[in-house]
């Protein structure tokens, strides 16, 4: 198991019950394929520097977890499938 954090830019259409059920897929990926959320964070709404999908801001999420690297491939399509992802970046955590 490695240690990785992904950030995610939630559009603010989303609304609350949009942005917990999108942080909540993908905390179930990683506790269905045996990882653990280790810590989240929300970095709150914030102006984007250029616009994406017509939106001028978005909403940024931190979660840092630990999760076996043959399955993250399968997390970066879990977050591509949301509608209310604008952009994500994975990371692999150093060791």
Request: charged share 25%; net charge negative.
């Amino acid at each position: 198991m490695r240690d990785y954090e992904v950030v995610l830019v939630i559009s603010p259409q989303a609304g609350e019950d949009g942005m917990s059920n999108t942080v909540g897929r993908v905390n179930q990926f990683i506790s269905d394929h045996g990882g653990e959320v280790t810590e989240e964070a929300q970095w709150g709404t914030r102006r984007l520097a250029y616009r994406i999908r017509n939106f001028n801001e978005g909403t940024y999420l931190l979660t840092k977890f630990k999760l076996d690297p043959s399955h993250t491939t399968g997390l970066e399509s879990t977050i591509k499938l949301s509608e209310h992802v604008l952009r994500h970046l994975l990371i692999k955590l150093d060791d």
